[in-house]
C-alpha cells in the first residue's frame, strides 16, 4: 500500500524536519505552510496520513478545520510538546485514526539515531506499528504512553527546566552581566549551561513561551519549585553547611537510585 504522508507546518522547523526524514525514506510527501501553498482539502484528500506541526497556540485551531476532511482509515498526527488537548481536539474533529508524537529533539540534529520520541496513542491501532517500525529502523529510542502521563512529565522535563534558564538569563540581565562578560570565569559544567542560556534566548521565544503558558500541570510544579527554593534558602541563610550538604546528599541517592539500599 502507498503511503501519501501531508504535512501541515512542513516548510520550517520540526514540521520541515519530517518532510525532509519521511522524504529520505520514500515516502511521497506534500506540505504546506503559513502560504497554504496546498489547500487543506486537497492534502486531506491526497494524504494517507496528515500531520499537524503547528505552534501549539494554534494547533486546535488547525486541526479544527482540517479533521473533518481526514476520513475514515486514515491517520491524524501532531507533533506538539503537549499531548492531551491536540490528542482531545483530532478525536473530536474527525473519524480518522488519532495518533499524538512528541519528538524530543529539534530540527536541527544532525541524525535521528539515539533521540528519543514520544508516541500516544489516540483512537486505533493501523498506524502505530508503521511508525513504532519506521523510528526504531532509524534508531530513535520509542517510547508509548498514555497522553495526560506525558503531559505530567513533560511539566518537569520542559517546564521547569526552562523556567530555570529562563531565571538564570534573567538574573545576569537585571545584574548586567552579559554572556560575554562571564565567558572567562566558567568552569566546564558552567560552559555548557550557559550555551543552553544562549540558545534558549536565542533561538525561538515563542515556541517556549507556547510550552510555559499551555501546559496544566506546570502551575502545581512551580509551587513545588518555590516552596523547595524557600527550604535551601533558609538553609543557606541560617550558614548550615552540614544540612544542606545532608539534603543534597539525600537528593542524590534518591535520583541515583539508591534511596532504602544498605
Not at 15 to 22: C, D, H, I, Q, T
Request: hydrophobic share 45%; with cysteine; net charge negative.
Amino acid at each position: 500500500m502507498a503511503v501519501n504522508i501531508g504535512i501541515i507546518g512542513g516548510t520550517a522547523g520540526m514540521g520541515k524536519w519530517f518532510a525532509e526524514f519521511l522524504a529520505r525514506e520514500g515516502f511521497c510527501i506534500r506540505v504546506t505552510g503559513l502560504n497554504r501553498e496546498v489547500p487543506l482539502e486537497e492534502l486531506a484528500r491526497s494524504s494517507s496520513i496528515i500531520i499537524v506541526s503547528v505552534p501549539i497556540s494554534v494547533t486546535g485551531e488547525v486541526i479544527a478545520e482540517i479533521g473533518p476532511q481526514v476520513a475514515r482509515g486514515k491517520l491524524l498526527m501532531d507533533l506538539t510538546s503537549l499531548k492531551a488537548e491536540p490528542i482531545r481536539a483530532m478525536l473530536a474533529a474527525s473519524e480518522a485514526d488519532v495518533l499524538g508524537c512528541h519528538p524530543l529533539f529539534g530540527p536541527e540534529i544532525e541524525s535521528p539515531a539515539g533521540q528519543n520520541i514520544v508516541l500516544c496513542p489516540g483512537r486505533g491501532t493501523r498506524w502505530l506499528p508503521f511508525w513504532r517500525d519506521l523510528f526504531a529502523k532509524n534508531g530513535l529510542r520509542v517510547t508509548e504512553m498514555e497522553a495526560k502521563g506525558h503531559d505530567e512529565m513533560m511539566a518537569l522535563v520542559q517546564g521547569v527546566n526552562h523556567v530555570n534558564t529562563l531565571i538564570m538569563g534573567a538574573i545576569m540581565a537585571k545584574e548586567g552581566v552579559t554572556l560575554d562578560d562571564i565567558t572567562g570565569l566558567t568552569t566546564p559544567l558552567f560552559r555548557d549551561k550557559l550555551s543552553i542560556i544562549r540558545r534558549f534566548f536565542d533561538n525561538n521565544p515563542a515556541l517556549y513561551a507556547d510550552i510555559l503558558t499551555n501546559n496544566p500541570h506546570l502551575n502545581c510544579l512551580l509551587e513545588v519549585y518555590e516552596e523547595t527554593l524557600r527550604d535551601i534558602r533558609e538553609l543557606i541563610h541560617d550558614k548550615g553547611p552540614g544540612d544542606l550538604a545532608l539534603l543534597i546528599s539525600r537528593n542524590g541517592d534518591f535520583l541515583a537510585g539508591r534511596e532504602g539500599r544498605e
